[in-house]
């Protein structure tokens, strides 16, 4: 079964560096999200995107965020500059058109640890 | 602020019992709602979706949807040690195709 992935599944950095992180999403799939999921809370919604542009995104997604497909494949969710309090698990997601657009599946997140 | 909320648990049944979740949600403009399962450390993997009112059944489970009360449920039957998760529910406001999460319910089985 055709599966959305994320690399890397862990990614230690120091506050301030830049970190980004990458998706494929499944391949017939046109919408594309980013959520994180602090530890033992809520899974949130940060942004998503689809024919190349943001088409929503939360109070979470400040300035320090940004997000590219840079080609046909990869999806990536860019932090410019870390702060500790964004030591979370990101997860990307992405969705077919349809009436079962919002079924959205999960890859496996990649867990940010910030120092 | 649209929520969508959930007993946090732990809810323990014995194996092989019904094991019934529950979720209220706050915007009667929604329309499709979701059952997610999370194990620890893992990302959420979609079990159910439901639309209209009434029940829904696969396999072991069932999602109910009552729009006038504005809840969901997710019933689990013949529970297995593996069903032990975190099963989270998930409604997109109305007119939105984001959903809001729950904080999900920590379902044990034990043998």
């Known amino acids: 079964e055709p599966e959305v992935t994320q690399t890397p599944s862990h990614q230690v950095t120091q506050m301030g560096q830049e970190v980004i992180l990458r998706c494929v999403p499944i391949s017939n799939h046109l919408y594309f999200y980013w959520y994180r999921q602090i530890l033992g809370q809520k899974v949130e919604f940060l942004v998503s995107?689809?024919?190349?542009?943001?088409?929503?995104k939360s109070e979470i997604f400040d300035d320090q965020f940004s997000v590219e497909r840079p080609d046909g494949s990869n999806f990536t969710l860019k932090i410019r500059s870390t702060k500790l309090e964004d030591s979370a698990m990101y997860f990307c997601?992405?969705?077919?058109?349809?009436?079962?657009?919002?079924?959205?599946?999960f890859g496996d997140g990649t867990r940010l640890s910030i120092l | 602020q649209k929520e969508v909320e959930q007993n946090s648990g732990p809810l323990s049944v014995p194996e092989g019992a019904i094991a019934s979740l529950n979720c209220t949600y706050s915007d009667r403009g929604s329309q499709s709602f979701f059952w997610y399962r999370q194990y620890s450390g893992k990302s959420p993997e979609l079990i159910m979706f439901?639309?209209?009112?009434g029940d829904k059944e696969d396999g072991r489970f069932t999602a109910q949807l009552n729009k006038a009360s504005q809840y969901v449920s997710l019933l689990i039957r013949d529970s297995q040690p593996s069903d032990s998760a975190t099963y989270l529910c998930a409604v997109p406001p109305g007119g939105s195709y984001i959903p809001t999460f729950g904080r999900g319910t920590s379902l044990i089985v034990h043998p």
């Open positions: 997601a992405s969705s077919v058109p349809g009436p079962l657009d919002q079924a959205q599946h």
């Open positions: 439901i639309y209209s009112n």
């Open positions: 995107f689809y024919n190349n542009e943001i088409s929503e």
